[in-house]
């Protein structure tokens, strides 16, 4: 089994008040602590995987908060804090004028043996992506992984440390990366930036990066890839279904489109005509889902993965776990008929009509009622997070990560980001859930057969001539459907004039 090291626990316990560490001295108290929480006009509390214990029955006061602040480093935009050549992570709690009210002191460990179960996939070269939900072990495995490949296999490898977790507090990293050297982020919004400037500047062989959460880092990462560097990292999610559902991450594994085939293509595949497809080679070969500490599902080949999943099957998978004496043991997991099935209607772009409940987060509630109802779809829409099974936010609201989303992403429930707020995106969310493509259903009326055609020569005509057309008058529900079409192929578009005479006006924007 791992041998494992605790990071120093006295220099954590040394920035705490008297009161407050007096119960932590004694060694029953201190094996497996995981985080001692301090909030003003509470009682402190050191938790353990199995249980909390009260540490003094004294209320935090705001003196105690100040004790603590004052003996550790300075807070980060993240609200983060570290103790020099530590792995200790200290993170605040704030009111509304900025002051601190609370405080989350996390033992911070290195755990030497931790990759042992996924060693050859590291060592293989291969770009490996881990997900797994919080406090599994990710952070602890990319430190090890960093360790052995610029030790082990003496490779150059770069730490892109956004909240200094990885590495530590302070301008010297911990021994606990060995060999392999590290980049501090100054916040977490030019995380990406460092990524591309470590690897311009210091040639690494590897990048290893924790938390890929935006747009911009995803984008970041495949220009890293592209450029023959190998990448370890970790990103928000706990199976490759949730990337899946993301817009902002699906770029990691090849990005999702939808693409219209002919006739007769679709009669020979015996699928509708316009389907899902992976858009891209993935930035990432292989996956690992970390299940537990020492348990992973692992998909070593990403896009033969989402495509089996886009065509409705359960992908294959390795299950790796380490035996009572330590030993990997590898099982092949495929999927019988009946799981295939199953997989096939629990995944997030089902077939049917049936949707997912979800929890709408900044996003028009009446607005996409209305258009469900003009898709002929039933959708439930639930009031907290913790009653739906898919979370649907903007993208401003997921890269502020308020609250709410962090507690969605903290319940394991998927998050689907709207890139904006047009009727073009609730429709795109819609039939992607429903598993169509209601701008080309074959039971549609006549009428909006011919309104389509025309918005369709229309298109033709404004990008070979560069001059606006506008359309036949129609009624609301058609002319939503020609928005549509102008949205999916980068045109702008709009309704003009008074009913029953409104129509639409395509253009080049």
Do not use: C, W
């Amino acid at each position: 089994m791992p041998e494992l090291l605790t990071d120093d626990l006295n220099a954590l316990l040394e920035v705490l008040p008297p009161n407050i560490r007096q119960p932590l001295t004694n060694p029953a108290n201190r094996e497996n602590l995981i985080e001692i929480v301090m909030d003003l006009g509470r009682n402190p509390e050191a938790r353990f995987p199995d249980r909390e214990i009260i540490l003094s029955n004294r209320d935090v006061t705001q003196e105690d908060i100040d004790y603590v602040s004052s003996r550790i480093g300075d807070f980060g935009d993240d609200n983060r804090a570290g103790i020099e050549r530590t792995l200790h992570r200290i993170s605040a709690i704030r009111n509304r004028k900025g002051k601190i009210v609370g405080l989350t002191l996390r033992v911070g460990r290195a755990v030497f043996g931790t990759i042992k179960i996924i060693q050859d996939l590291i060592q293989s070269g291969q770009s490996v992506l881990m997900l797994g939900r919080p406090g599994v072990g990710k952070t602890t495995m990319l430190r090890e992984v960093a360790r052995v490949l610029a030790g082990d296999l003496k490779k150059r490898v770069v730490i892109v440390d956004t909240s200094n977790e990885i590495a530590g507090d302070g301008d010297i990293p911990h021994p606990a990366i060995g060999h392999a050297r590290r980049m501090q982020v100054r916040t977490p919004d030019m995380q990406h930036a460092v990524m591309i400037e470590a690897v311009e500047n210091h040639m690494p062989q590897v990048i290893v990066i924790d938390e890929i959460g935006t747009e911009l880092e995803a984008l970041a990462a495949r220009t890293i890839a592209e450029r023959g560097v190998q990448l370890v990292g970790t990103a928000h999610g706990n199976v490759l279904d949730n990337l899946m559902l993301n817009p902002t991450l699906s770029d990691l594994i090849g990005g999702i489109q939808s693409v219209t085939l002919g006739d007769e293509e679709a009669r020979r595949r015996g699928t509708q005509k316009t389907i899902l497809e992976r858009r891209a080679p993935p930035t990432f070969q292989v996956i690992v889902e970390i299940q537990e500490r020492n348990k992973v599902a692992v998909h070593p080949d990403v896009g033969a993965a989402v495509d089996s999943i886009l065509r409705g099957v359960s992908p294959s998978s390795e299950i790796r776990y380490l035996d009572e004496n330590g030993e990997v043991v590898i099982s092949k997991q495929q999927p019988s008929e009946e799981k295939v099935k199953a997989a096939a209607e629990s995944l997030p772009l089902p077939k049917g009509k049936e949707l997912p409940v979800m929890y709408l987060f900044g996003v028009n509630r009446s607005r996409m009622e209305e258009i469900a109802r003009e898709m002929h779809l039933d959708i439930k829409l639930a009031e907290r997070p913790e009653q739906a099974q898919l979370m649907v936010t903007s993208r401003n609201y997921y890269r502020r990560k308020p609250q709410r989303v962090r507690d969605a992403e903290n319940m394991n429930i998927p998050i689907y980001v709207l890139k904006s707020h047009t009727p073009g995106q609730f429709h795109q969310l819609l039939a992607t859930l429903s598993g169509r493509d209601v701008a080309f259903t074959a039971d549609k009326p006549p009428e909006i057969d011919l309104a389509i055609h025309e918005a369709e020569e229309a298109i033709a005509q404004v990008k070979s001539s560069h001059i606006p057309v506008e359309l036949s008058p129609q009624g609301a529900y058609i002319r939503r459907f020609q928005h549509i079409i102008a949205e999916k192929e980068h045109l702008s578009s709009h309704s003009l004039g008074k009913e029953p005479h409104r129509r639409v006006r395509i253009s080049r924007g």
